[in-house]
């Protein structure tokens, strides 16, 4: 796409007099195959919108003129998270042109052009949510037929993936497939079909994001040729290298996931959208960047030597300035050397995390997955409850210390020496050495069996004071010093933290009618974490009961009929765990768009309102699943 010169060619002057009064034009965003893409400002609503017009000349084509149309009114019709949408569309003079929300974002291309691959975590969370997007335009009866790297748009904001530029998408009416003989989309992300002009369906789409997925990951594309004619060629016949030969080390099923992907036969690539949906699910992310894991391990906190020594530089130093100034001063030294100074080193560390491009939302995911992955090492070693021996030493520190301070706090506020017998005083003694030496060790067995420290900085950062430092770090540090916002979240979390940044700028009296959002949204962020979590343990399972089903011989016909029904059961949950969470992410993102309408005029309280109430349900309904799950795994125990 080619931008804007600085001074508007005569096509942008002649576009804007025809638009007086509905649209004030901005800037020239881009160019493409069919159209030319212009920021303007909706004069009525007085918002953003990107304005994609069909030049004059071409729309003169009557066969040109019908398509961009019919991609209008298509694309009009959907209505998804992951699909930029489109709010009018409309004909003046001989312009031809819709308007659509604008992204403030870059394209996927633009996003590998400037800082090469994509993690593959961040890369399978970008592929989902295409792949998300085009299931639903599949089950609309569209395919697409032109996805590649261009048409997906990545918003700062949230780092979101969004498809655009439903452009030459064939309507397919009654599961058929749209009628071939022409062929059209871009040659490096064409499926061999599309290239030799037979027909297409959803499963061309699938194989141009195989595409978009190797280009993202290894920032090549598999098909390159000088002439457009030779990368058709290659397409229809060639193999692609193998991504792991491209990407050392490229996750195992992420590769083959995209491979699949790229299959010559359509039979031979995933059945559906859905279905790589939840192939992909399998490449949740599970490292977090270097920048936060170096925060949760140990910039959060104040460790090491520098500790063990700082308290008696502290004392040296209250003692001395006590010694020439008085005891006020000291005194004042040792209150700022504990509180104001600690607080210092950790809200600097807070503006550097801040200048890597993290925030405060964002060390909480850090923290959990730390803490997870220590759950996981140490539940190998130590278990995944307290054992026999830890229990006893609980007992015996809990008993022990409640006998030995009780006896001696009865002595002391009655008489002493006590009236009874002398060995009293001895056998208070040894329960108190007792019930401290069982305490002691049993938390030393505890804090093999979870990481304490570490929960304890993860409630100090997550909670008031940590987002307290963070907004003082934010003061402190200059907007140019703080780069765009990291892609690297999964979609419920960048949605719920977008949401509170929205929430926390509104009106007291707003914020105050809504205060039950962030717990909504909190709740949210919980629930479509925990079906994440629950569709990658099913999709796991489901692949393992599926391995080598094709070579399998014909055995005991009762044990593959009872296979085949656990296969459909598990099947069935896990269609429903996938619903759930679209319906938590929906309904973040239904929040996050009102909270923008109600900063932008167009929204109510009331309408809010009613969003927190159909979020809540849609929580419950969670809640019912995990509750039915958490019985039936009691039942199987």
């Not at 007086?20 to 212009?38: A, H, I, K, P, T």
């Not at 059945?271 to 192939?279: C, H, I």
């Not at 992310?285 to 700082?310: C, Q, T």
């Not at 296969?567 to 069935?572: G, P, T, Y």
Request: proline share 5%.
């Amino acid at each position: 796409m080619s931008t804007m010169p600085d001074a508007p060619d005569s096509l942008f002057i002649q576009f804007q007099a025809a638009l007086v009064g509905g649209y004030s034009l901005e800037r020239e965003l881009g160019r493409g195959g069919m159209g030319v893409v212009y920021l303007a400002r909706e004069v009525r609503l007085d918002r953003p919108v990107a304005i994609k017009l069909l030049p004059p000349g071409m729309a003169r084509d009557g066969t040109l003129r019908e398509r961009f149309l019919r991609e209008a009114r298509t694309a009009a019709k959907l209505s998804h998270p992951h699909i930029i949408p489109i709010f009018t569309v409309d004909e003046v003079g001989d312009f031809v042109f819709f308007a659509m929300a604008y992204v403030d974002g870059e394209t996927l291309t633009e996003r590998v052009r400037r800082r090469g691959p994509l993690p593959p975590s961040e890369a399978a969370r970008v592929l989902r949510e295409v792949a998300w997007a085009l299931a639903y335009a599949h089950s609309q009866g569209l395919v697409h037929r032109d996805v590649k790297a261009d048409n997906i748009m990545l918003e700062t904001a949230t780092g979101r993936a969004l498809v655009a530029d439903f452009g030459i998408a064939g309507l397919v009416r009654d599961a058929a497939a749209v009628a071939g003989g022409e062929v059209i989309g871009t040659p490096e992300f064409m499926s061999p079909e599309q290239a030799l002009g037979e027909p297409v369906d959803a499963r061309s789409d699938l194989y141009a994001l195989g595409v978009v997925g190797y280009f993202a990951l290894s920032g090549a594309l598999p098909f390159e040729g000088a002439q457009a004619t030779e990368v058709l060629a290659k397409q229809a016949t060639e193999p692609p290298p193998p991504l792991s030969s491209v990407v050392p080390g490229v996750p195992r099923r992420l590769a083959r996931a995209v491979e699949q992907c790229l299959e010559k036969d359509p039979a031979d690539r995933p059945r559906t959208a859905e279905e790589l949906v939840g192939q992909l699910a399998l490449e949740q992310r599970k490292e977090i960047p270097v920048v936060l894991r170096a925060f949760v391990k140990h910039n959060s906190r104040l460790d090491g030597l520098g500790v063990l020594f700082y308290p008696f530089g502290l004392l040296l130093t209250s003692a001395f300035i006590g010694a020439a100034f008085g005891a006020t001063a000291a005194f004042g030294t040792l209150l700022g050397g504990l509180t104001v100074l600690p607080l210092a080193i950790l809200m600097n560390r807070a503006r550097r995390l801040l200048k890597s491009g993290f925030g405060h939302g964002d060390i909480g995911v850090a923290f959990r997955a730390e803490l997870e992955q220590q759950r996981e090492e140490r539940a190998v070693e130590h278990g995944h409850g307290p054992s026999a021996l830890e229990r006893i030493l609980q007992l015996g520190g809990v008993v022990g210390l409640g006998l030995g301070t009780a006896g001696w706090l009865t002595i002391v506020f009655t008489e002493w020496p006590p009236a009874g017998p002398y060995w009293v005083p001895a056998l208070l003694s040894v329960a108190s050495w007792v019930g401290a030496g069982s305490g002691l060790a049993a938390l030393i067995m505890l804090q093999r069996r979870r990481d304490i420290d570490t929960e304890a900085y993860a409630k100090f950062w997550t909670g008031r004071i940590g987002r307290w430092l963070f907004g003082l770090a934010r003061t402190f540090t200059s907007a140019k010093a703080l780069p765009a916002p990291m892609t690297h979240r999964p979609t419920e979390l960048s949605l719920g933290m977008a949401a509170e940044q929205l929430f926390a700028t509104l009106p007291k009296d707003t914020r105050q009618q809504l205060r039950d959002l962030p717990a909504v949204v909190h709740r949210l962020e919980e629930d479509a974490q925990k079906m994440r979590r629950r569709l990658e343990e099913l999709q796991q399972v489901l692949a393992d009961t599926g391995k080598g089903e094709e070579g399998r011989r014909q055995g005991d016909a009762a044990v593959e009929a009872r296979r085949r029904r656990i296969v459909a059961d598990l099947e069935v949950e896990r269609d429903l765990v996938q619903q759930r969470l679209n319906d938590a992410v929906r309904a973040l993102e239904t929040i996050r768009l009102n909270l923008l309408r109600l900063h932008a005029g167009s929204g109510t309280v009331q309408s809010l309102t009613t969003d927190l109430g159909l979020a809540r349900e849609v929580a419950k309904q969670i809640g019912f699943l995990l509750e039915a799950e958490r019985e039936v795994e009691e039942e199987l125990r």
